[in-house]
């Protein structure tokens, strides 16, 4: 038991075809898949939906952001003027200059919190 489909897996139709019956977007003949096909499937379908359409998937966003090590804030950006073959970053919120920046969101929202109490204890 299974269910037909389109079974392009660079088209974006990703709804239920009957039996004989031609994919809406693309044209491919139905095929049918069990489950578990049926969900590798699904999988490219839904990466081909994405980077078409450019949706942002807010969790990959998220991955591939940068945040200052020193403050937390996402506002870092490239040193301008310097040449790229060094890594250099600097942080629009707190000035911080240099070559590491952190790129996991939750670490970055504990410097936050840290620079945000240390802000008003000075
Ligand atoms: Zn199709
Ligand atoms: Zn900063």
Known sequence: MGAWTCPNPSCAYDGQLDEGSNCPLCGAEAEERDFEALGELLKKKWGTRN??????????????????????????????????????????????????????????????????KEKVNK
């Open 51 to 116: 980077s078409k359409e450019g949706k942002a998937d807010t969790k990959r966003v998220m991955e591939h952001m940068k945040f200052c090590p020193k403050c937390g804030s996402p506002e870092v950006f490239w040193a301008s003027g310097l040449p790229q073959l060094w890594s250099t970053w600097e942080c629009r919120n707190c000035g911080y200059r240099g070559a590491l920046v952190i790129e996991n969101i939750e670490v970055a929202m504990k410097l936050r919190e840290d620079f945000a």
